[in-house]
């Protein structure tokens, strides 16, 4: 029944290491997002694809990257983790972008940086 | 600038009735959305206003006034497993979700 996917459910990797966090769908969205949420704040929007068309959040860090190889899956690539990157990574879709579509989250990925 | 507010956190007893106020500031609006997150997880929708009144769905209801810049999210018939973070989150006229940093309700026995 699980509709939206993300793996690992906990990561833990060292400060400088790349790091992959992975999302897959079921829905067959057009729209994949990842949110960055740290302990009692908001979510916050790093970017999302529509389609294949990728649209970067203008505060968002070069240090994140993201890939969409396919409709199903997508990948968040933080380059050199610092600590302030630990956080909880959200990945959510809606079916479509510019509407009022719902945004449904996997269960997420929290990253521990030493 | 963008701004949604909501209580940092409420208490509440079990089996009563507990309001979470929202209020909200955007550039344009096309909707109010609440989400629900048990701590270390996925936000879950509730509900979703776009019109003024009060939408029900089972023991959680939804209000909103657009006039007023306000939301708020009754649970009603309070249970233990309502212990959980409440989200509020507007959709902006860019069709950009802009979120409350969410209310943190602690139900107490």
């Known amino acids: 029944d699980a509709m939206v996917i993300q793996n690992p459910r906990y990561q833990v990797t060292q400060f400088g290491k790349p790091v992959t966090l992975s999302c897959s769908q079921t829905?067959?969205?057009?729209?994949m997002y990842w949110y960055q949420q740290k302990s009692s704040q908001a979510p916050k929007l790093l970017f999302h694809?529509?389609?294949?068309?990728?649209?970067n959040e203008a505060d968002t860090p070069d240090n994140f990257q993201s890939r969409r190889p396919n409709t199903s899956f997508c990948f968040l690539d933080i380059r050199s983790p610092g600590l302030g990157d630990a956080a909880m990574y959200l990945c959510?879709?809606?079916?479509?972008?510019?509407?009022?579509?719902?945004?449904?989250f996997g269960p997420g990925t929290r990253l521990t940086v030493l | 600038g963008q701004n949604i507010d909501q209580p940092t956190e409420m208490t509440a007893t079990e089996g009563a009735i507990v309001q979470i106020n929202c209020t909200y500031q955007?550039?344009?609006?096309?909707?109010l959305f609440w989400y629900q997150q048990h701590a270390g997880e996925a936000p879950t929708f509730l509900s979703y206003n776009v019109l003024d009144g009060l939408e029900e769905k089972g023991r959680f209801s939804s209000f909103l006034s657009r006039s007023k810049g306000y939301s708020y999210l009754l649970l009603k018939e309070l249970q233990m497993k309502d212990s959980a973070s409440y989200l509020c989150?507007?959709?902006?006229?860019?069709?950009?979700?802009?979120w409350g940093a969410g209310t943190k309700l602690i139900i107490k026995p």
């Open positions: 989150a507007v959709l902006d006229s860019n069709y950009q979700l802009i």
């Open positions: 694809y529509y389609d294949k068309d990728f649209n």
């Open positions: 959510a879709t809606s079916s479509n972008r510019g509407t009022t579509d719902t945004q449904y």
């Open positions: 955007t550039s344009g609006f096309n909707g």
């Open positions: 829905l067959n969205h057009n729209v």
